[in-house]
Nanobody, 114 residues
């Protein structure tokens, strides 16, 4: 399974970005789909996740600002990010679990700076 993340960029504090993750196989078959991020000098952290039952969870720091969504017909997952803060600056990765196998996409850089 190949995952391709896109949509990152430079945005001012308070701005918005929408990340996309395109999968090479049906995301309906996945057990878990998620967005992670890794800031310089920090460990990779889970940002938002779907499980197979479409239950959604967010890390506390993005609740109310970020929204994860998916389009099964397009084999794509999205992360709508609003009210961005400098501390959201990181490389964002999409992740999928099919069966017991884990897949990562290449990251997309998000920089929040004035």
């Amino acid at each position: 399974v190949q995952l391709q993340a896109s949509g990152g960029g430079l945005v001012q504090p308070g701005g918005s970005l929408r990340l996309s993750c395109a999968a090479s196989e049906s995301i309906f078959s996945s057990n878990v789909m998620a967005w992670y991020r890794q800031a310089p000098g920090k460990q990779r952290e889970l940002v938002a996740v779907f499980d197979r039952g479409d239950n959604i969870a967010y890390v506390d720091s993005v609740k109310g600002r970020f929204t994860i969504s998916r389009d099964n017909a397009k084999n794509s997952m999205y992360l709508e990010m609003n009210s961005l803060k400098p501390e959201d600056t990181a490389v964002y990765y999409c992740y999928a679990k099919y069966g017991s196998d884990n897949y990562w996409g290449h990251g997309t850089q998000v920089t929040v700076s004035s």
